[in-house]
């Protein structure tokens, strides 16, 4: 069982930055990558950027060179910088590691951490 820790997130103004953390625990010796996800109100929850356990990184092309995906393999935490923050980055905010095959092999859930972005 590997359990998710999200922590972070808050109110901050439009073009303002925020630094998430998800810390991993349990059996996580044999997870390769983290991502990060966020569900907006109303939205489905979506990819915003993901690890490999190597270094490689991906991003949605709504945050390219904005936000910016870090990981401490000896820590087992995962860190999200997200700089010049928009009202449409206002989300839950997750971390869980990418489903092999689909929605159903995704690990337990953490509580998450709320962004706010105000105009």
């Known amino acids: 069982q590997v359990q998710f820790v999200e922590s972070g997130g808050g109110l901050v103004q439009a073009g303002g930055s925020l630094r998430l953390s998800c810390a991993a625990s349990g059996s996580t010796f044999n997870i390769n990558a983290i991502a990060w996800y966020r569900q907006a109100p109303g939205k489905q929850r979506e990819l915003v950027a993901a690890?490999?356990?190597?270094?490689?990184?991906m991003y949605a092309d709504s945050v390219k060179g904005r936000f910016t995906i870090a990981r401490d393999n000896a820590k087992n935490t995962v860190y999200l910088q997200m700089n010049s923050l928009k009202p449409e980055d206002t989300a839950v905010y997750y971390c869980?590691?990418?489903?092999?095959?689909?929605?159903?092999?995704?690990?337990?859930w953490g509580q998450g951490t709320q962004v706010t972005v105000s105009s």
């Open positions: 690890i490999s356990r190597g270094g490689s990184t």
């Open positions: 869980n590691e990418p489903p092999a095959h689909g929605p159903a092999d995704f690990r337990s």
